[in-house]
Nanobody, 129 residues
């Protein structure tokens, strides 16, 4: 059984930093995509950043490029998201997700929630002064 557990969400001031962590267990496929998504109140869930294990390719949403960094520890089966220069519009519940790599031709599909099979319960990030 696959489990994903997120941690690290908190209340932070604009311009601040947070590090989210996701621990994955029970997922045994060699080639997969894993990453972070978020959902703000009244909005659809959106992709933030994803990493593919096939070749280490990383994708970021345009809104977080240059501010967020995703990393993976294969031995520990963890995926972290370092978030810097946080803005109020980054406020959302952040979810970790994993799924089989479907070898999409563009990043657009890898950042779509529908491409992922398993999800964590989410962790709240609030950016406010």
């Amino acid at each position: 059984q696959v489990h994903l557990v997120e941690s690290g969400g908190d209340l932070v001031q604009p311009g601040g930093s947070l590090r989210l962590s996701c621990v994955v267990s029970g997922f045994t496929l060699k080639h997969y995509a894993v990453g972070w998504f978020r959902q703000a109140p009244g909005k659809e869930r959106e992709g933030v950043s994803v990493i593919r294990t096939l070749d280490g390719t990383i994708y970021y949403a345009d809104s977080v490029k240059g501010r967020f960094t995703i990393s993976r520890d294969n031995a520990k089966m963890t995926v972290d998201l370092q978030m810097n220069s946080l803005k109020p519009e980054d406020t959302a519940v952040y979810y970790c997700a994993i799924g089989v790599d479907r070898y999409f031709s563009t990043s657009y599909y890898y950042l779509k929630p529908g491409a992922y099979d398993y999800w964590g319960q989410g962790t709240q990030v609030t950016v406010s002064s």
